[in-house]
């Protein structure tokens, strides 16, 4: 086997495979004891700009599983930080920003991403690609509207309240945020592509908030921009809720489209229409059952899978900080052994 002809890439590209690939989101962190123990005492945003660190915690959870890919260590709001956007993570919460984006001085703060603003970034995934030998490496970035909802809530936020009022009320505005986004997020992707990541993942993580039709109007152009920028790699596009909008996010351009547990894989190769592979779809919560919980809910996902033109077998949404790593290890036996 090679890298090209990987499970996990050949899945993307709707190719037959040898086995179901599966990776986790947030696999890298969160539950494994050999995580935490690296991550004590170093802040979550130093630990993304330390190569040694980033190259470790990738590979911890391809060594413990023998998951078909890896995902770049990182968060989604690391190139903000490297353009100087005051802001950091806090552990428990997520990102929080000093300023909040709120008018058209905000702006100010978004200068491009430069080639060179994350050399730990190029680092880090040079040495991954030649650890990791014929295991993908997926590359990553948060989209325009989830990271635009940090910017303008100032940190999570349960119904995005601000981030539509700017949507809806100051229109000119939300463009003019979204555009600087999008050249940043296409950077991003871009320095790790050229770095040798072999596919790429956009988290719109909270865009599951917004209307079928508001979608289009004020989040699709910027997505389909992105996807348009990246076309030499395999692209994956995931959101949280977003089983109203898995018709239009199959438009925006990506060949793999992310499903939460939320709406049945066969269901979702309907909407999201045809030349698309799907990834997902465990709930996440289900890993704190018993593995008799487990297996058949997985089987079923397997099965279901079998609809779309190509299937990546994931968890609806990232790993949960409690999860036993042991149930993630059978469910990659099981997921391989079909
Ligand atoms: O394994 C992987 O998937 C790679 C690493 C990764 C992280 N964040 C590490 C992280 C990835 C892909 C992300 C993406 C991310 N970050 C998203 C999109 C994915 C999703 O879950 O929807 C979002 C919305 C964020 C923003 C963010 N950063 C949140 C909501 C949190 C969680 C806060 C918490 O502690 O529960 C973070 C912090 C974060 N990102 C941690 C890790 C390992 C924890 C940091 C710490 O413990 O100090």
Redesign the pocket.
């Known amino acids: 086997m090679t890298l090209a002809d990987s499970a996990f890439l050949r899945a993307c590209r709707r190719q037959p495979v040898p086995h179901t690939p599966v990776w986790?989101?947030?696999?890298?962190?969160?539950s494994l004891p050999e995580?935490l123990k690296l991550?004590e005492g170093v802040?979550?945003l130093q630990?993304?700009a330390t190569p040694d660190l980033i190259v470790e915690?990738?590979l911890q959870?391809v060594r413990r599983y023998g998951i078909d890919a890896a995902?770049?260590?990182?968060?989604?709001?690391t190139p903000l930080k490297a353009i100087g956007v005051d802001l950091d993570?806090?552990?428990?919460?997520?990102?929080v920003v000093a300023d909040p984006i709120r008018d058209l001085k905000g702006l100010d703060a978004l200068r491009p991403l430069e080639p060179d603003d994350e050399p730990y970034v190029t680092e880090s995934i040079q040495s991954l690609v030649k650890e990791l030998g014929d295991t993908p490496l997926i590359g990553?970035a948060?989209a325009p509207f989830?990271l635009g909802s940090?910017l303008i809530e100032g940190g999570?936020s349960r119904n995005h309240d601000r981030t539509k009022a700017m949507m809806y009320g100051e229109p000119r505005l939300w463009h003019a945020l979204m555009e600087r986004l999008t050249e940043i997020v296409l950077e991003h992707l871009l320095i790790q592509i050229r770095a040798g990541a072999s596919a790429i993942?956009l988290?719109d993580?909270?865009v599951g908030a917004v209307a079928p039709d508001d979608y289009r109007e004020f989040v699709l152009p910027y997505t389909r921009r992105i996807f348009e920028g990246v076309r030499s790699v395999p692209r994956i596009h995931?959101g949280?809720g977003t089983g109203e909008l898995l018709g239009v996010l199959g438009e925006a351009g990506a060949d793999v489209v992310g499903v939460d547990w939320r709406v049945p894989l066969d269901e979702a190769a309907r909407r999201v229409g045809p030349g698309k592979a799907l990834q997902g779809n465990l709930d996440p919560a289900i890993l704190l059952a018993p593995w008799e919980v487990v297996e058949p809910r997985a089987r079923d996902i397997l099965r279901r899978g079998r609809q779309a033109e190509g299937h990546v077998f994931n968890l609806g949404?990232?790993?949960l900080?409690n999860t036993d790593p042991d149930q993630l290890k059978r469910l990659t036996d099981l997921v391989h052994e079909g």
């Open positions: 986790f989101m947030r696999q890298a962190g969160r995580y991550r802040p979550m630990a993304c915690i990738t959870p995902i770049f260590f990182s968060d989604i709001v993570i806090h552990p428990g919460i997520g990102p990553f948060g989830t940090y999570p993942q988290f993580s909270w995931f949280v949404h990232g790993v900080p």
